[in-house]
């Protein structure tokens, strides 16, 4: 498509900010006003729109395709929405360690445990962490609560929690992105480790560094976007 405007600025409006073309407020693909919660979640949306050139390329827009998930697909049934994310706490990554290299399984627990340790003491839950990759239950209280806590989550915090939980196959993980507990760059190695292993054991091509770059794009921008929708 292309660009159809001049400027692009957020303003405040009913319920937050509005992104505005020359004006004209901007709706998401389900014609719902884009309003964002935070003027500096507005201003980063905006300038996304202000940075694209003569063609609007929506895949450089990540702010604003997280901010139309978040009112188009969670705000009609966030617990509906939720769900699917929660459901990563019955088989966390993190829980599941390797049998060998030993190498590898010192790497896993070195990075690992720390998020498992932070999560059982800010939820008050046990994680079952095992050998190998069948399958351990973890107890129906922990479920429930990692559940709970997921639907707790405002709109705009679970929409970017669903891409950093699917990317790093953690809902450890990702909460401790959305909650900004860990450095980011720690995280991404957290989620990363099994990937930056085998490369460091049998050599990158272009296209798995290409696959890693994108991937590690999108985590931070996912992150980000959390962290300006939670900002006062």
Known sequence: MKR???????????GGWSILLDGRPVRTPARAL???????????????????????????????????????????????????IAAYGESDLTCYR??????????QADQWQPLIDWAQARYDVIFRVTSGIVHVPQPPETVARLGEAVRALDPF????????????????????????????????????LDELWQAEQWGDDDQALLRRAQRHEAFMAAAGFAELAARK
Not at 4 to 14: G, S
Not at 48 to 71: L, R
């Open 4 to 14: 159809f405007y001049k400027e692009a600025t957020a303003v405040a409006a009913d």
């Open 34 to 84: 884009l309003v964002l919660p935070t003027a500096a979640l507005g201003n980063a949306v905006a300038q996304e729109w202000a940075n694209q050139g003569d063609e609007i390329d929506p895949a450089a827009m990540t702010m604003t395709g997280i901010a139309n998930a978040a009112i188009d697909h969670v705000m009609p049934d966030p617990a509906a929405f939720a769900a699917p």
């Open 98 to 107: 390797a049998d060998g290299p030993e190498p590898l399984a010192a790497r």
């Open 157 to 192: 915090l679970l929409a970017p929690l669903s891409p950093l939980v699917s990317m790093s196959g953690s809902l450890i993980i990702g909460l401790a992105a959305v909650e900004r507990a860990f450095p980011l760059a720690q995280l991404w190695q957290a989620a990363e």
